[in-house]
RNA sequence: GCCGAUGUAGCUCAGGGGUAGAGCAACUCCAUGGUAAGGAGUAGGUCGACAGUUCAAUUCUGUCCAUCGGCUCCA
């Protein structure tokens, strides 16, 4: 049986071969089979460079030459015969010095005409085992060579590539779903940002809608954080350069900085990228017990960071953006604690999200532990203690060795959407580093003076690419806590609406987010109101204007019956409270 | 940052070396409406910005800005 994966392989193959037919001149790379489907790397300089133009040509030569790859067989070469079979091509020779060092044997692969480098696992009949009309070619792209910005840039094509017809037929389906809850596109449709070139790419700018959805979102975070004896602070969005020097951010992480200059003083200032080590600053202000631990600050504050501009993307990819942060200074023995209790935080909330997640446990590699700071014992204590926690909490989780941050384990949470894909967002991780390079302490209870041990949280991560996510993830549907219009009110006709903003002052006086909508026919501001996805749409005529009821129509149970208004403030205002 | 594509009205898009068009939205008027687009009219664009070629550039060329698809990293 050859399993798709040997098929997208073997398709690598045959557009490489097809290239070959057409652009002699191309040099083939490498071409693996991804994630949908396969590509493969050209270097196509000193000739011409196919463009998406090309690509339907491409894919129709590959299906002219597929009847004719019967068979693919492999056989064993000697070094020197490969290099001769390669010569011209560096990066074949370079894959040949690979395979050389690590002691393998080289093979080629041959079927039809063309004869490739590789490894091997393909479909040994291509012709009987691949349907013609399976597969496409998909986009044409630029990728470094093995994926390094020093080395020459390559022209990647993407083929997409399915064991059927229909299934490829459904992943566009998916694709074009995918492009429906585009947080990109529903971002102007229901008005929730906009960018401005003015302002510069990466920098967005929330409407009042959008706000409303980030104020909630960080009143829920701070809701629970408070609860766990998290204390809110705040700090000035710059700094000198010289806490990043202290810090150790500055040699690491530099080239992402926002410059500011003062013309004032010969001072170098920042805008801060993350807040970690203005926190220290607060905690270093007084001398700290055993006692006062864990110290415990929180805020929701925005940090800059220059991303390189071919990065950027809408909300999920910023360079200005907000985080729920927190950090916590506590003493070894209350890791545990701390740990469980953020976890505790990370479940509430995203179950109140109505999304599930999965816990990464993030772990230094025991065979590298010149890569990790701090002291190795705390280091496996802590790890052990981690572990204990995920399983206390019943976490679906997994170990990733090698994974952990130089300066502690970490969990990262991924979030799964609405369409199966995950999305790194809430973290909590353990500091061992920036503690000691700020000289951090505090005295124990028999004199002495100890070092704490840090812990970053985020419950939400990045607030606009939480969003971003989530605009995905609901399609634009928010629960009714978080929806910007919450109950849309719509008088059949002008003689309604005395009753209707009698309606309207009554949600409002009962805090929730409503509006009135009088201007065009019933059916028109019916079809806007469900367009915005708002959760109520009062519709209120004779009828209701005589008994004082609304008709409510809920976007998620569909019509309901004629209500008391006061009834209706009522459930809509406990749906808010409990953020159902 | 790099490779490729794109940029025409608020949105979605057509057009094209002789200074532009549609639908929706907006505005005005008519329609008094009962659950997914009632009708008529009006207004709206330095054709992303700046240079160059040309008698003439929104159209061709270059640079920049922005967006999209990739490549790499992420406190």
Redo the contacts with the bound molecule.
């Keep these: 049986m050859t399993s798709l994966e040997e098929k997208r392989h073997t398709l690598a193959h045959l557009l490489a071969a097809a290239v070959a037919e057409r652009y002699p001149h191309a040099k083939p790379t490498i071409g693996p089979a991804v994630e949908n489907g396969f590509y493969y790397d050209f270097d196509f300089t000193g000739g011409d460079?196919p463009?998406?133009a090309d690509l339907a040509e491409l894919e129709n030569s590959m299906r002219e030459m597929l009847p004719s790859w019967s068979d693919m067989t492999g056989t064993e070469v000697s070094e020197a015969d490969a290099r001769a079979r390669f010569e011209g091509n560096p990066f074949k020779l370079e894959l040949i010095n690979g395979i050389v060092q690590s002691g393998e044997k080289i093979t080629l692969y041959t079927a039809g005409d063309f004869t490739d480098l590789c490894r091997g696992g393909h479909s040994e009949h291509p012709s009987k085992d691949i349907k013609a009309d399976s597969f496409t070619l998909d986009?044409?792209?630029?990728?470094?060579w093995r994926?390094?910005?020093k080395n020459p840039?390559l022209?990647?094509i993407y083929g997409l590539a399915f064991d059927t017809k229909e299934d490829l037929a459904a992943y566009h389906e998916k694709i074009e779903d995918a492009k429906k809850r585009d947080h990109?596109k529903l971002g102007?449709e229901l008005d929730l940002f906009t960018?401005s070139?003015l302002v510069?790419?990466?920098l967005p700018l929330y409407t009042p809608n959008g706000t409303i959805i980030r104020e909630e979102l960080a009143k829920f975070s701070e809701e629970l954080q408070r609860a766990h004896g998290f204390q809110k602070v705040w700090i000035p969005h710059i700094t000198k350069i010289d806490l990043y020097k202290t810090s150790g951010?500055w040699d690491k992480?530099g080239d992402?900085?926002f410059l500011v200059k003062s013309q004032e003083s010969s001072d170098e200032f920042a805008l801060k990228?993350?807040n970690?080590p203005h926190h220290t600053q607060i905690y270093a202000a007084k001398p700290r017990s055993y006692r006062d631990l864990p110290v415990r600050y929180m805020e929701t504050t925005t940090c800059y960071?220059d991303e390189?501009?071919?990065?950027?993307?809408?909300l999920t990819r910023v360079r200005s953006l907000t985080q729920d942060d927190a950090h916590i200074f506590c003493r070894p023995d209350q890791i545990q604690g701390e740990f469980e209790a953020i976890m505790n935080m990370i479940k509430k909330m995203y179950g109140t999200l109505g999304m599930e997640f999965r816990a990464r446990l993030s772990f230094s590699d025991s065979a590298k532990p010149e890569k990790y700071l701090g002291d190795p014992q705390l280091w496996k204590e802590a790890e052990a203690t981690i572990l204990e926690v995920a399983k206390k909490l019943e976490l679906n989780y997994e170990v990733a060795p090698g994974e952990a941050?130089f300066y502690g384990p970490k969990i990262d949470i991924m979030v799964v959407d609405a369409l199966g894909r995950e999305w790194q967002c809430a973290t909590e991780?353990l500091d061992f580093v920036q503690p000691q390079r700020f000289s951090l302490e505090y005295t124990d209870s028999d004199g002495t003076k100890k070092t704490p041990v840090m812990i970053?949280k985020a419950l939400l991560g990045t607030i606009d690419r939480f969003m971003g996510v989530y605009i995905e993830h609901t399609a634009g549907a928010f629960p009714t806590w978080l929806a910007p219009i919450q109950v849309r009110v719509l008088p059949?006709?002008?003689?309604h609406t005395e009753y209707g903003e009698e309606v309207l002052a009554q949600l409002r006086t009962a805090g929730i987010r409503a509006e009135m909508d009088d201007?065009?026919?019933?059916?028109?501001r019916?079809?806007n109101a469900?367009?915005l996805k708002i959760p109520y749409?009062l519709?209120?005529?004779?009828?209701?204007s005589e008994a004082k009821t609304v008709?409510v129509?809920s976007r998620d149970e569909g019509?309901l019956d004629a209500v008391p208004v006061g009834d209706f403030v009522e459930r809509v205002k406990k749906e808010i409270a409990n953020r159902a």
């Design positions: 460079m463009g998406e986009r044409i792209a630029g990728a470094y994926g390094d910005e840039m022209t990647r990109r102007v960018f070139p510069g790419s990466g951010h992480f992402e900085l990228p993350m970690c960071r390189k501009t071919g990065e950027l993307s809408g941050a991780q970053h059949v006709s002008e003689k201007g065009d026919s019933l059916g028109k019916i079809r469900k367009g749409v519709v209120i005529g004779d009828a209701e008709t129509e019509k």
